[in-house]
Structures are given as C-alpha cells and as structure tokens.
C-alpha cells in the first residue's frame, strides 16, 4: 500500500529522471547511489514513466491471442468494447488451415474443416511459440496433434503444411491479421498500433516471438502485457480495490496473480503458472480415454487413423463444454471407421464425475503455482480480497471447487473469463493514447534473470517478480590469465545451475586487455522494458569496449526472416541462416568479491 501512495504521489508531482540514474548499477554488490534524490523516489518514478498517458495517436485495439481462441476490443470512450467477427461471434478460434490449393483459411471456417484436412489444419500453435524442437513439451505435443511439427534449420519448433514450413510466430501472425481485420471493419480505418496479451509466465523468448508475430501481421506491438493483469485492468476500471487473485486458466496455458488495486494503480506482487496446462490436455486425456474404450469394445485402434482423431477430438471438446453444466453426455459419432464386418461407430455416455477423475492430476497441477504466488507475494488466503475467474476452463465446475479450497472463498463472476483479457489490452491501449488517465500498471518479471559463472553457476542479476521496467548492473572479472575475451550466457529460471535454466542467447566480449586473472572490470548490465522483454551489455570498464544484444530465443526470427515474412504477404521460405557457433573455451569468468 505505502508503494501505491508513492506512486501516486509521483503521478502528481510528475517526476521525470532517467531510468539509469534511477535504478543504479551493482558493483561488487554495492549500488551506486544517485547524488540528486532518494533512490527509492528515483526508482519510482523511473517505473512510473513509461506507463505515462502521452497519447500516441489513432486507435490503439487490444489483442487477447489465445491458444484456443482469440478476442479483440477497442476503447469507445472510456469503456473498453469487445469486437464482433464477420461470423458474428466475440471471439473467433485461433486455428489457421491451408486447403488444397494452397490457400489460407483462418478462425471459424478453418475449424469447420479440420475433419476433412488434419494434416493441413493448425490448432494449440502457441504453445510453441518461443519452443525449441528437442524440448520436451514439444515433443510431447508432436504425439498429440495431426498436423506435422518440425525442426527449422535454426532449431525451433516449427509446422508444415503442404510442404511448406511455418514458424508459431506466421501462425499467430494470422490469427493477429484476423482480429486486425475484425477491428478495421468495425472501425472502419486502417488500423496500426496494439496491445497484445501473452501469458504471464511466458519467458522472454516467447515474448519476443509473440513481438514478431504482431510485426509480421502488419502491426506495431505499443506494449505485450501479461493476460491476468489484463483482466484485472477489466476488473478495477470501475474503481474496484483491494488485494486480487486471478486464476487464469486457458487453452494451453495457466497463470496466477495476486495485484494490489488502489487509487488507479495496479500493482502486481507475484504471479506463477504453467506454459503447459491448459484446456488441450482436458482434451487430450479425454481423447486418449475415448480412444482406449473403443480399442477395449471394437478391438480397433483409433490412434493411427488422423480423420478419426480429429472427430474424436471435436467430441471431446463438445462433451467438455456441455459437463460443464449437465452431469452426463453422450458421444455419437457413426461411421468413425470400418472393418471387414462393415463400418463402425462410437457411443459413449460420459459422466461428469468420470471426466473429472480423467482430469483429475491436471486440475491438481493448478495448486502449487497458487501456493509459490501467495508466498512470493508474502501474503496469506485470508488477505485476499476477490478471486477472479479467467479462461474458458474456468467454467468447469471441478476447477471452480478446487479455486475455492485454494483461496478459503468462492470465486467472484465480475469478469467475462472469455474477454475480459482483451478488454484489459484495450484498457491499455487506452491509457498509452492518453484516453486513460486515472490508471496506472506496475508489472513484473516472472523468473529470474541472470548468466553462467564460473562452475556452471547461474548468477542472478535480477529476481523473479521485480517491478518492471527495470535495469540491473554487476561485476564481473576473468577467470583465467591473459584471458581476451568473455562469453555472456543469458539465462531465465530458478534452478541454482546453469545448465538446469531456460539459455536465452549468448554472446562475446572481446578485445579485453590481457591481464591478471581477476583484475579486468567487466560490468554486465540486464534492462528490461516494460514488455518485459531484456536487452543484455557487457562492457570492459579499462577499454570502454561494449558489447549488446536485445535477447530472443536461441534460434528465434531474425529481422530479415521477418521482414521477408511480411513483404511476401506472411509467406516466409522454409530456412533461416544458423547462428554461429560461438567461442566459448577458456572463456569462464566469476563475480568479484566484495
């Protein structure tokens, strides 16, 4: 709460510093502190700027990019105005398909005819997004969909349809021109600049390819902002206050975070979750399930056939729906294979009580992340105020049971768990054009950021759920004699070994002047904006000598790729250039003492 009175305090003072005098920089665990003021008002107002209502112009529509499907609102005003589709519908599925000839289809007639073209029809895309191809999630999701996923050339997971490869970044970026068309026609103009949603616990590997996603569909990303505190947004615009959990359970991925509402100012204090969890696993163990019975009564296996699997998994998702308010289902798809006695057809009765034992270990899956966030947030159940409900899976009764034992209360219905995200984007996109101005959001970075030190250690500079925007700076020296050059990891997790975290890119610093080991200065400096996206600098303090990079994934777009992307109309060619190996032996370097 004192943090809220400071900020607002600032708001009004209207305290302009730089983000670098502000933050200060790490020597040898001593921070240098600003001569002109108190660092913690400097610190402040520096998180404070970028969030400033200077209007930017035009439009500015909010994008909820979902893993199963996506919404788009606009401010009218100052109320935030979900956008209906050509089909009529406010939300519109993320599926991207490519027909026989080549051409492309996206959102309700590309779900329409995934029975008839599997192979050639992309769904659940976002969760990997951001994903290398040897990850295990990735591997995993290549058993469960009909479509091909393959290695690009520069290691990322990518689709292929038709012979043609696609990276999740083009994927999204279809969908993206979609909801960039819905709104034009609404509007009625070209419509340029947005807001896009990413899930909160996406690293910065996945933000940027969802930064990239949003340049290839033609538009320019003014800000990514996490889809729990974008839903709180939709919550507190009617003066709502107070400490608020939002569980937030989508398509393909969950997240939890606790905000502290007050005065306009939204400040998040923890948020956790998991990029893998999501209503395509409900769908998937029912799938498997429905599979199984049919191998247990007809003695035919299903898994092989792919226009099977996609009518079983569009039961699935049906039967999902509908025991989310009835207590049993039944499933009837005629003619779903045959053999020599003749076709075959499937009829199940599923009862709400069997799904949810089906369902059981993921539901379960949701109680740590809530657990670790009102721990981080240094707050207990009972501090907590009102608990909101996003995502479609949040309407199924088991999950609403389990929220309530979590948090000692029921759940609130203050938001639309279908739209309250994209709401929430237009909210911002409000506040960045100056329609806005009593609002204020304080987000953070979701894991700790930091590099490999000498021992394979990873070395935070910057702990997970700090403030952002924010900037970081510490020493660091050579590990060896003479030693010219050093190699930067960058890394994001919490495992105490390097090797154990997410490598988000890597480079060298050299030209350093050969010395005792020990006595070179190298000062790495980690800034994150307030998309939370990190840009990495060494720099030798004896030479003046910089190196820096804006991080994206390991193998991630590169500008070209993406541009070409765009020229050719989201048609971008199969490869993309390998990065270079890098030089890394004898390159080992360790934190000075204090």
């Known amino acids: 709460m004192a943090t809220s009175l400071l900020l607002r305090n600032l708001r009004h003072q209207k305290l302009h510093t ?39 112009g035009n439009d500015v529509i909010g994008i909820d990019l979902g893993t199963t499907n996506s919404c788009v609102s606009v401010m009218e005003g100052k109320t935030p105005k979900v956008i209906e589709n ?21 959102g309700t007639p590309a779900k329409r005819q995934a029975v008839t073209n599997p192979s050639n029809t992309f769904f659940g895309t976002k969760r990997l997004i951001g994903r290398r191809f040897d990850d295990s999630h990735t591997q995993k999701e290549m058993k469960m969909v009909p479509y091909k996923i393959v290695r690009a050339p520069n290691g990322d997971a990518w ?49 940027q390819a969802t930064k990239d996603a949003g340049k290839i569909a033609g538009l320019d990303v003014q800000r990514i902002i996490n889809e729990p505190t974008a839903a709180a947004l939709s919550y507190g615009l009617n003066n709502k206050e107070g400490l608020v959990a939002v569980f937030d359970l989508g398509g393909g991925t969950f997240d939890v975070s606790i905000l502290e509402i007050s005065n306009g100012v939204f400040e998040v204090k923890a948020t956790n979750g998991d990029t893998f969890l999501g209503g395509e696993d409900f769908d ?58 003749g076709a075959k057809h499937l009829n199940i009765t599923l009862t709400r009580s069997k799904f949810e034992s089906l369902v059981d ?113 510490q020493v660091f020296s050579t590990a060896a004699e003479n030693q010219t050059q050093v190699g930067i990891k960058v890394l994001q997790g919490e495992r105490e070994m390097a090797a154990d975290n997410k490598l988000l890119g890597e480079f060298e610093l050299v030209g350093i002047p050969p010395a005792p080991r020990g006595m070179p200065q190298i000062e790495v400096t980690f800034d994150i904006d307030a998309n939370g996206i990190v840009t990495v600098s060494a720099k030798d303090k004896s030479t003046g000598k910089e190196q820096n990079i804006t991080i994206r994934s390991s193998g ?39």
Not at 166 to 191: D, W
């Open 361 to 473: 270990q993921l539901i379960s899956r949701t109680v740590n992340p809530c657990k670790n966030c009102l721990k981080d947030a240094g707050i207990s159940v009972k501090e907590v105020d009102e608990v909101l409900l996003v995502g479609g899976m949040t309407r199924v009764p088991k999950v609403q049971q389990i929220v309530a034992e979590i948090f000692g209360k029921s759940p609130s219905k203050g938001v639309n768990p279908d739209e309250a995200v994209a709401m929430g984007a237009a909210i911002q996109g409000g506040i960045l054009r100056g329609d806005v101005k009593e609002l204020l959001l304080l987000d953070v970075t979701p894991l700790s950021l930091g590099i490999e030190t000498l021992g394979g250690i990873f070395t935070r500079l910057i702990n997970r759920n700090t403030t952002i925007p924010t900037k970081k700076s």
């Open 159 to 207: 689709v292929e349809a038709n012979g043609q490869k696609y990276s999740p970044s083009q994927i999204g970026a279809f969908v993206l021109t979609k909801m960039k068309e819905t709104a034009e026609a609404y509007l009625g103009k070209t419509v340029s600049k947005a807001v896009v949603t990413v899930p909160a616990y996406f690293n910065d590997a996945q933000r």
């Open 284 to 341: 998937n163990a029912l799938l498997e399930f429905l599979v199984s019975e049919f191998k247990r009564t007809d003695a035919i296996d299903l898994s092989k056939d792919r226009l099977a699997l996609q009518r079983l998994r569009e039961a699935a998702e049906r039967a999902k729906i509908e025991l989310s308010s009835t207590s049993q289902t039944d499933i009837n798809l005629p003619f779903i294979t045959a053999d020599a006695s």
């Open 556 to 594: 991630g777009l590169s500008e070209d790729e993406i541009e070409k992307m765009v020229k050719e109309g989201l048609r971008a060619v199969s490869s993309s250039p390998q990065k270079q190996n890098m030089r890394r032996s004898g390159n080992r370097w360790f934190l000075l003492p204090d």
């Open 18 to 56: 730089s983000s670098l005098a502000a933050c200060g920089s790490l020597i040898g665990g001593s921070a240098k502190r600003p001569l002109a003021a108190s660092p913690f008002v400097h610190k402040w107002a520096s998180l404070a700027r970028p969030f400033s209502s200077r209007p930017i």
């Open 86 to 106: 050509a089909e009529g519908a406010r939300t519109t599925p993320s599926v991207v398909a490519f027909d026989q000839k080549g051409e492309l289809v996206v």
